[in-house]
Nanobody, 115 residues
């Protein structure tokens, strides 16, 4: 079973940037597409961005042009560079497999954007 540890969240003002990291305990380079998801208070968890093992990338409409997903297979790590943050991006961010997030969820990392 893969274990996931997210980090890099924090409190930032609107317009600011953060870089999130997701470290996976197992080998993720072989076939897995990895994705970032987020869940705001009172809302369902939603898809943010995904990257395949061959670096195919897809973004949710709400973050396209502002967020950049990348991966380092040697480090079993997936990143999310978030620029031009706005208060609507406030959520706890998680990583998991894509399209089916069927690994155990990590603890997530909280991103709070103040206006």
């Amino acid at each position: 079973q893969v274990q996931l540890v997210e980090s890099g969240g924090g409190l930032v003002q609107a317009g600011g940037s953060l870089r999130l990291s997701c470290a996976a305990s197992g080998i993720i380079s072989s076939i897995n597409a990895m994705a970032w998801y987020r869940q705001a208070p009172g809302k369902q968890r939603e898809f943010v961005a995904t990257i395949t093992s061959r670096n195919g990338i897809l973004y949710a409409d709400s973050v396209r042009g502002r967020f950049t997903i990348s991966r380092d297979n040697a480090k079993n790590t997936v990143y999310l560079q978030m620029n031009t943050l706005n208060p609507e991006d406030t959520a706890k961010y998680y990583c998991n497999a894509f399209p089916q997030p069927n690994w155990d969820w990590g603890q997530g990392t909280q991103v709070t954007v103040s206006s």
